[in-house]
């Protein structure tokens, strides 16, 4: 799909489908999401540049992410979004800049685009080109980050109190556990968040980059008022993403802590199990030896014609069971 915008007074517009190559060639902004071959020719006869690939796009190289071919430069970040259930997705999305053009090239849909669309298309304050547009959608991709960590920080600190709460072993005997952990759903949360904390580093590195390479672009140009108000915003964005990594990296080491504490509980309630297990077997081992026992019959057995003989094997057989609890509880082992 084709998306043409244009400047209408002070503010974006939206051009209606379908339109002209000469609306093409005046364009401040081409979003191609998920191109087709006749939208991709199109605006390459348009602008005369030549759009990359989808597998070109997806080259991870820092020689095919970010260069400079026939006066277009050509830039290329990976961002995220939260897709169906929540879940992290991960997509390269290329920035062409030409003159005073803008081209986009995406195949997922970032939050960032069509919220920024939508405050572009009230009055602005500031001059708007290609290069600003260009500026002011790489900030609003940064504030989603920012957005995006602070949900992650939230879930991080829910799912903290909720591994390590210890309410039910206050002196408040009105305050108890209604019902026992779900460490699995914890487990799966504790990874789906690391997950999304891992895809946001690599979008922040590659929007960094990005921005340097802008920042280089702009240094060889001829700095009117307007460039130089775009160079220090993108100096902020740089500062942005580099405070936004450290608190990834941050939020990283808080989810492999919880992660491993997750691991710990998990494992604790195995061995609690098993101790129970274990206690129940040790408990019921001597009233067995001594039922197998009287169980025999033969003949030279006393008790088999003494008529106490039945209450007392079972009483044997409750004391037998007894001893080993009280033994336990005196060693502690209970």
Request: charged residues 25%; hydrophobic residues 45%.
């Amino acid at each position: 799909m084709l998306t043409v915008y244009g400047i209408e007074k002070d503010h974006l517009m939206e051009h209606p489908k379908g339109c002209s190559a000469e609306t093409l060639s005046s364009a401040v902004w081409l979003d191609l999401v998920e191109p087709t071959d006749a939208e991709e020719a199109e605006v390459e006869a348009a602008l005369k540049i030549d759009i990359p690939t989808r597998g070109e796009l997806a080259e991870i190289e820092a020689s095919s992410r970010l260069y400079q071919d026939d006066g277009a430069a050509f830039m290329t970040a990976n961002l995220i979004r939260r897709g169906e259930d929540d879940r992290p997705e991960s997509s390269p999305v290329t920035f062409i800049i030409k003159d005073n053009h803008l081209v986009t090239i995406r195949y997922h849909h970032p939050q960032a685009f069509p919220v920024y669309v939508k405050q572009a298309m009230k009055p602005q304050t500031s001059v708007m080109s290609g290069w600003s547009v260009l500026i002011s959608l790489i900030e609003a991709v940064v504030d989603r980050g920012a957005d995006h960590l602070e949900r992650v920080g939230a879930i991080v600190d829910e799912t903290s109190k909720q591994v390590f709460d210890t309410s039910f072993m206050r002196p408040d005997k009105t305050r108890r556990r209604k019902k026992p952990k779900n460490l699995e759903m914890l487990l799966g949360k504790v990874g789906e968040e690391g997950d999304f904390t891992s895809k946001m580093r690599e979008s922040l590195l590659s929007i960094g980059r990005m921005a340097a390479f802008m920042q280089a672009v702009i240094d060889q140009m001829k700095l009117s008022k307007e460039m130089k108000e775009n160079k220090a915003r993108l100096k902020v964005i740089q500062r942005d993403v580099i405070s936004l990594s450290d608190h990834a990296g941050f939020l990283n080491g808080k989810i492999s802590f919880l992660l491993d504490a997750v691991l710990g509980m998990i494992s604790i309630e195995q061995n609690g199990i098993i101790k129970i297990f274990s206690i129940a077997s040790v408990i019921f081992l001597p009233p067995t030896l001594v039922a197998s026992m009287y169980g025999m019959n033969f003949k030279a057995m006393p008790e088999l014609g003494w008529e106490l003989g039945y209450p007392y094997a079972l009483v044997l057989m409750v004391l037998s069971a007894i001893i080993p609890i009280y033994y336990f509880r005196h060693k502690g082992w209970l």
